[in-house]
């Protein structure tokens, strides 16, 4: 593409997004509805009951999720929320147990997520038990109350989100789970706990964005992340998995329930499968296929997702289960019935992410930035006009900058962008060239007049970063985030513009966190509790610190061999102690848990000079769970 063609092509695409500025609402009108899939009739398809009241506790009485409280979304549509958004709500709040086929139940609206159940031979089989162990053993009570106190004879997790395996001790409460299978892919323990050991805390803040969790349910508020409605905040735990599916083509049986089983590593997950009861004539699709655009991105923070995988897994899913599935159902949202309208479906989930990323690589090519690849791809009509592709939680803006981040990292390849200002002294410069802070916020307020929201938001965030007690640039950007909120049919985004208004006008608040049990700790290994140690060196502090120390961890397995230096915490595991170490600690994995937790040495034997370990630990950073986001 020479010069100007891309000049060209690139004021195009601005012009086109200026006048979406304008309007964000006209969107509405040019795409599909739902129910011309039959979408609100499959979301009510099948209802057998709901828990009354739609509120689920824990142990100490707190509330731990309350689908009551979108009892708003009954009315009508508001000027507050996007209309296509305020649709998905109204969908994805359904609650209760839900007959899917013969002997396939799910209950759905206790969790983001849905627990699905499978009648087998002597029991049932349990898929994804939600986030919290509460919730789960809600949604197992509700099923029990009208299909009878089966036992459960198996457990599924479909991948290593939290949302399909941390309400697991509500299915198996700790002992009770016995020879019970539990099957999992490939590489599922190590990725279920890998993202908590290193920007866990990162992405724990920003998912209270993501998912609004500080925000009032409500019209003006929190009204749904796309997905689900929102993440419960009770117990996680993790019950390991006994059976692993590595390859395409396995069939494993449980409780007299014959299952046939495709991998999808690297997709929506790096480790994930779907899966196809062929007597039952039903096929899972896991968290590969659902009634939205998904993240290849998550705004929450991850690793990129690789969407030219993702497409090719479903188009092998079409061809593995096209003719064998009378109804497909996903671990979020409703199924999809008849063989039709299932091939259909995934086919068009297909090519949603293979046009994303073919597309953007093609302009990458072409010598785009991936803002400006956001800001000039548009879907094919055929895609664009499905409800299923429409970007309720992931969104064609941030999964195109994904995409370019997966090939091409953060540098656009403008020198002018290699070495920029951090945002404090960057903003300072600019409200300076601007003449000052009245007048770039006049300026701002302008902008947003004119409907042009996002550049009065990228001034007055200047404003707000060169002065942040300027209570005026504040009320102002949080005035522009909350336009910005409510045209949103992204929910994700809407979350995300909505929390940075709040916190502007009332600072950080705490948000409701679910609790890790014992169980999820005692899941890592000891190199990824040493690894969790090691991301919180503090290494300006520890830079003239050098210190050996020893684990000795039978029970583990083998001798840890820590060296701290040049603010850097190394080690290598071995059959036997080093003669030179500093200090050797003999201890079991508990043991070491409880260390790290700040509950002490206890009964761990400790042999050598025990202040190395005092200094260690008091080189390490306790990360900030309510770092600011809008604010310096």
Known sequence: MSPLDRRGFVAAAGAAAAAVTVNPLAAAAVTGTPGSGGDFEDADRGFVAALTPGVVRNAEGRVVWDNDAYGFLEGETPRSVHPALWLQSRLAVKQGLYEVADRIYQVRGLDVSNMTIVEGATGIIVIDPLISAETASAALGLYRRHRGAR???????????VDHFGGSRGVLPGGAEGDVPVLAPAGFMEHAVSENVYAGPAMRRRASYMFGAVLPKSPVGQVGCGLGQAVSTGTVGLVPPTREVSRTGQVETVDGVRIEFQMTPGAEAHAEMNFLFPELRAVCMAENATHTMHNVITLRGAQVRDARLWARY????????????????????????????????????????????????????????????????????????????????????????????????????????????????????????????????????????????????????????????????????????????????????????????????????????????????????????IDSVAVRVNG????????????????????????????????????????????????????????????????????????????????????DPMFPIVTP
């Open 151 to 161: 036992k459960v004879t198996g457990m599924i997790y479909t991948h290593p989100h």
């Open 314 to 529: 479903l188009g092998e899913s079409v061809e593995l289960f096209g003719g064998r599935a009378d109804v497909a159902f996903a671990s979020h949202h409703w199924p999809t019935w008849g063989g039709r309208d299932i091939a259909e479906w995934l086919g068009l989930q297909r090519d949603l992410y293979a046009y994303l990323h073919d597309q953007t690589v093609r302009l990458i090519n072409q010598g785009l930035t991936g803002r400006e690849i956001a800001e000039s791809l548009e879907l094919p009509p055929a895609l664009r006009r499905v409800w299923a592709n429409r970007g309720f939680y992931g969104s064609l803006s941030h999964n195109v900058k994904g995409i370019y981040q997966r090939y091409m990292g953060w540098f656009d390849g403008n020198p002018a962008h290699l070495w920029e200002h951090p945002p404090v002294a960057e903003a300072k410069r600019y409200v300076a060239a601007l003449g000052g802070c009245a007048a770039t916020v006049a300026k701002a307020r302008g902008f947003a007049r004119e409907g042009d929201l996002r550049f009065a938001a990228t001034l007055l965030n200047h404003v707000v970063f060169a002065d942040p007690s300027h209570r005026g640039a504040r009320e102002e950007l949080a005035a522009v985030y909350t336009r910005l909120g409510r045209a949103a049919e992204n929910a994700v985004w809407r979350n995300f513009y909505l929390s940075g208004a709040l916190e502007l006008r009332e600072g950080v608040e705490p948000a409701p966190a679910s609790a890790a049990g014992a169980d999820l700790l005692m899941a890592l290994s000891v190199d990824q509790l």
């Open 540 to 623: 300006p502090r520890a830079w003239d610190v050098r210190l050996t120390m020893d684990w000795d961890m039978p029970s583990s397995g083998g001798v840890w061999w820590l060296t701290l230096a040049n603010g850097v915490l190394s080690y290598r595991s071995g059959a036997g102690r080093r003669p030179d170490a500093g200090v050797t600690l003999t201890m079991t994995k508990p043991q070491l848990v409880a260390l790290l937790g700040g509950k002490g040495l206890g009964d761990v034997v400790v042999e050598g000079d025990v202040s190395l370990l005092r200094t260690l630990l008091g080189v390490l950073d306790s990360p």
